[in-house]
């Protein structure tokens, strides 16, 4: 028996991802034993769990795009200088832009309208949520 990977991040409930893994587990053991075999699983004598460390890509700063996904046109790559992306993210997602879209002086300044008091950049997925109390917009992250 065996389950999928599942990436632990800062954020995962720890009770929550094990209680997903026994279910899994549970899950293949009832299964197996419904089958014609006539086998019953009586005990788990062995549990292998391999942690393996994973390289994310951290949000910051400007990081230019691949070419083919630069050629798509579908991903708003603001080019800052800054440490501030998910600022700027955010303002390019509530102002259209002005001007060029890549350039941060086509957008307001976040600074004078969203409020990170208590947020330190660049911006660290938990603080996601203090974001969203201070300015009454909802963020969603998609982590694939």
Known sequence: MNTCNKIISISTELDEAFADFKKALMTQASEFQEKD????LQEIMFLNVNINKFG????STYIRLPIPLARKHAILNIENKDNKCFS???????FPAAGNPTKPESYPPYDTLLNFEGIDFPMKLKDIKKFETLNNISVNVYMG
């Open 37 to 40: 075999s006539n086998w019953v």
């Open 88 to 94: 700027w993210s955010v303002i390019a997602a509530v």
């Open 56 to 59: 994310s890509i951290s949000a």
